[in-house]
């Protein structure tokens, strides 16, 4: 970890190496599932969605990879859709499979008590790893709904029975450089007993797997009050991150932008990544958020500049001051440690950082400036837009 008296060198070339994936599905209207108020000039292809990804990479300089939902971005080739993001600057990143808005999946899907239903959404996933041969994509994402409402309404063994045949179809298609990351959450849609309902559960089937297993964290799948940089730490040193979804929750999975709600979180949660050695390329740093009452790209920029500052903060933390305080028990030193790195402004510090990476100092400034968010709808107002399911 790096002291605060480094050189600060050391600082600037891990933040122009971090890399932040953004979602496809952010660019398009998506919401609560109460209601999604549509916005003009959102994508209604996958290529759009990839346009206004490159449009936050070049703003920000660490956005290059855009992950894609199956269905949502099912195209007819997607060697071709590879080289149509190459052509704008970014790759195509985690493919997410898709289990949970069929209606075949109202019991759930690979842990539906039919075996014809399980069939049917262990193809998808097959066919999400085809999908990922095609891309070059190194994870596949995995996050399932599946779980009762009520007591009694299914077997809870049986079905961590089936969830684990499946994950074992699943990780024996994959290729040696492909990757499985299993997500959990908490509740909703299941509101009894969700299958995969905690970072214990993941880390469970993931350890039984294999090295080509590991757990993603989404920050804001827990309960009020979950230490989030706990669960961080423990998956770190065991080995088993595998990535995060950042987005920020205040009550539940509100997915607000990442670090809007709490940003002192965030920090908390940077600092055990690069206490734990995280802050490198097997760490997957990924946005999942959707943006409902906000335009969509200059909302993601915000997430994406977000989490460059509370990494730089982290990065800032003085590791000798910290470490002595914690020897002598000196317990309001240490807090001091941190909260001093917390409180000092690093935005002179990252824009320095984004404009040796030949991005703009002041990314949101500069997309507006640009008239990108404009032209983007006077050319596609009209037509089916893209959204969930698009």
Known sequence: MTSRRSDISAVKAA????????????????GTRFKVFARPGVPRTPEEKLDDAARVHAH????????????????????????????????LGTVNANVFQDDDYKLGSVCHPDAAVRRKALGHLMECVDIMDATGSRDLKLWFSDGTNYPGQ?????????????????????????????????????????????????YAHCLRLGEKAQVVVDTGHH??????????????????????????RFYADDDLMAGAADPFQLFRIMYEVIRGGGLTADIAFMLDQC????????????SVMNVQEATAKALLVDAEALAAAQREGD????????????????????????????????????????????????????????GWGA
């Open 60 to 91: 920000t300089g660490v956005a290059p990879t855009v992950a894609l939902h199956i269905p949502w971005d099912k195209v007819d080739d997607y060697g071709a859709l590879a080289a149509y993001a190459a052509e704008r600057g970014v790759r």
């Open 154 to 202: 299914d077997d809870i063994r049986a079905r961590q029975d089936r969830l684990s045949e499946a994950l074992d179809a699943v990780y024996e298609r994959l290729g040696d450089d492909q990757r499985m990351l299993v997500e959990y959450k908490l509740f909703e849609p299941a509101f009894y007993a969700t299958d995969v309902p905690d970072w214990g559960t993941a």
């Open 15 to 30: 933040l122009a190496a971090q890399a932040v994936e953004t979602p496809s599905w952010a660019y398009g209207n998506s």
């Open 223 to 248: 309960a009020p009050g979950t230490n989030i940089e706990f669960i961080v730490a423990i998956l770190l040193r065991e080995g088993k991150l595998g990535g995060f979804d950042f987005n920020s």
């Open 331 to 386: 317990v309001l030193a240490a807090n001091a440690a941190l909260m001093d790195a917390y409180n000092t402004d690093v935005r002179p510090l990252v824009a320095e950082v984004r404009t040796e990476l030949g991005a703009d100092a002041d990314p949101v400034a500069a997309y507006h400036a640009s008239g990108y968010g404009k032209r983007i709808v006077a050319e596609r107002v009209g037509g089916e837009q893209a």
């Open 291 to 302: 943006h409902n009452i906000e335009e969509k790209v200059p909302a993601v920029i915000r």
